[in-house]
């Protein structure tokens, strides 16, 4: 059996054994682990979500996970430290060498999510008064110590970022050019800026890696494409999360207990089903119009679904277009006029289709209510769906939280008192 | 005016300038970008999305825009013509040196989202029987001519691809040491797969670039890891408007004329309004029963939107977790546990708190109708909202078109059954 696992592990490519050892349950994780060869249980390590790689720490023999945590780079172990109790963080922070647990203690005293909590503070970097021949010759030297030698920052007086070299440009470069030649202005980021904020700097300027300084512009770290894509992929499943209206998980989904994910959603949902009473109200004050008119509730689920699905449509669109920077604020009036403009168009087009069939089931009195209304709720729904998460921006909070399932719920009472007042109107109750 | 809009745009760095010029109106771009100095209006050409730039040449004069067209990269090339007319492109490619334009031919010969479609066909390569020194002297010539020299593919006989080396591995090793030694087994990409399965395999692997070999393991190209990230960003904003019951709209939002957003939208909306009248017809079905208790269509809003919240949620969570490989469709059992377990425990909440609501508003009975029916509610929608992504993707259709909307109004109907069915059976109707 034991033997059948080895085979079957040993055939995995690294991320795919990184998947395998996440999805399997915590019990089996760390039987799977002590199967694999020194070398690759490590790259593997490195690799798994800290949550997991926390958990699984717990289940090893304690020298095992000294190793383990000893040969990691200093931002995973910081990474991984932030989900260990602090009990756990102490001994194994007395186990590493002075210089190894100063720079992890250094990296988690950034705030979370900040940029210095997640760069790399081992750095090639070259001195501005170098030539590209001695640059070249001492990053061969660094080479093998450091995440990356592509791009080089250029350090002068104390520690300061003068400039990035890219390691082409030095070897394209005649050897004895001084190096303030090839200089380019560099862009950098702050210790204290948004992990996102950073990444997305990486990817617009299509970087290998970008320097991070402290207040006096001194380099303390990098952050590298391949954290830039990593930090990305977490923020875009914890937007993915929001829009569905629940809390990130914020570790893989296998490895959560049932717990914590309705600790995720139940939050939401309490705070929609109580949006959800002003619903009960709105037909509690018109009941005795729908006593009069019952016909009229056999298209409520229709009509409030269909003001819910124009609204998520909308809000999706606008805070995914705010969120890769598409739109800003300053777009309001443009956005907000595209939006009414759909919404009366997709309005008149479905009241078209739903009000005829409401005249075939009901009486062409009831398919009238039924189209206006409609049109009303989709204009509605859309101008809801693109104000509400750019004032949500406007006051400081992210766009992302204004989910879908919050439009839709909105709109539903809103559309009912459209509906009923419309239907008192036409049908002259 | 003018001068004050060239200052604008002088202070913006590329990213920047790239935004500014996309959320122009059509008619203002043109005359921003014949302001911008030669090389810089080079690099934002290269950096617009496709739709814009292509609306961008139709307003140059035409040599202008075959100067900028020359000077694009071959597969930026090809990504402007797939949106330009035929003629346009005919004309264009008769302007090209025969060498760029077979280049550009070979791109667009590949499939739409394809790696060979999105691939840069000029690479740096190594023979694999040179030496380090040989290797090292060969990218310092070609270093500027191609992408990338940090990931270096190693080709035998007839261009095979026989493994990468990096130019940090050159760097660090004997310069008479032999290639071979220093060559590790190729991670590849074939030309037909999928560009968003390619990129991934770059940000799993944490590579600077992909080689892109033919059905004979010749290299053709590579993928660069900007290009993976654009792609992964593109793709992301896919899965975000699908999650929205949208059609992507595939360009910048300010740059969308409103027939296209109305075009993106109207489909969804119709096959979700068809499938709502599902609902009309359940609730015509049960209007004897609604007539007697009226009170009961207080709660139908309430009822349904909760059902829709709490699939909306799950469809999300298992939507995301199927696109980021933490979970595959061997593993449905237990997603589909964990969620029936997540929808019994948030319906038994909901439950409690609503039920008593309208206990005290209407009666006992009917507060225990609502439980009683939003229980069965939630187990159902986690259930559909796990259930049938994971179908989806059993069928070969990308889970990500199983958007919130869906789920919703699916369980729309079903829920007002159960409800009915509730209602009946405690009422004794």
Sequence with gaps: KLDELRTQLADLDGPGLVREITRLPAAKRAVAFRLLPKDRALAVFEDLDPSVAAALLSQLRSDVGSSLVHDLDPDDRARLFDELPAS??????????????????????YPPESAGRRMTPEVAWVPSDATVGQAIKRLRRLGNKVETIYMVPVLGQGR?????????????????????????????????????????????????????????KRLVGVITVDDAMRILAEE????????????????????????????????????LIAAATLTVNVLDYFEETLEQVVALALFIPMLIGTGGNTGAQTVTTVVRAMSVDDIGLRDLPRVLGKELS???????????????????IVDARVGLVLGVSL???????????????????????????????????????????????????????
Tied chains: 1, 2.
Excluded at 88 to 109: C, I, K, N
Excluded at 168 to 180: E, F, Q, S, V
Excluded at 342 to 360: E, I, M, N, R, Y
Aim: charged share 20%.
């Design 88 to 109: 756990v963080v102490r001994r194994l922070l007395s186990g590493l060498d002075p210089h190894e647990a100063q720079m992890t203690q250094d990296l988690l005293g």
């Design 375 to 429: 049109v009303a709720v989709c204009v509605l729904a859309t101008g809801a769906g693109a104000l509400i998460p750019m004032l949500a921006k406007r006051a400081g909070v992210d766009p992302a939280v204004v989910s879908a399932p919050f439009i839709t719920t909105l709109v539903d009472a809103s559309g009912l008192i459209i509906y009923f007042l419309v239907a008192r109107a036409i049908l002259g109750l």
């Design 236 to 271: 875009e499943s914890e937007d993915a999360a929001r829009a569905g209206g629940t809390e990130p998980l914020g570790r893989p989904y296998l490895a959560t207990p049932v717990w914590r994910i309705v600790r995720s959603r139940i939050i939401w949902l309490l705070v």
């Design 342 to 360: 759909t919404g009366l168009l997709v309005g008149a087009g479905l009241a078209l289709l739903a009000g005829t069939l409401a005249g075939v």
């Design 160 to 216: 300061r970022l003068e400039g990035v070299v890219s390691l082409r440009g030095l070897l394209t470069a005649k050897r004895d050019t001084p190096l303030i030649d090839l200089v380019a202005d560099p862009i950098s980021a702050d210790t204290h800026e948004d992990q996102e904020v950073v990444a997305r700097r990486v990817r617009d300027h299509g970087m290998i890696g970008l320097p991070v300084v402290d207040h006096e």
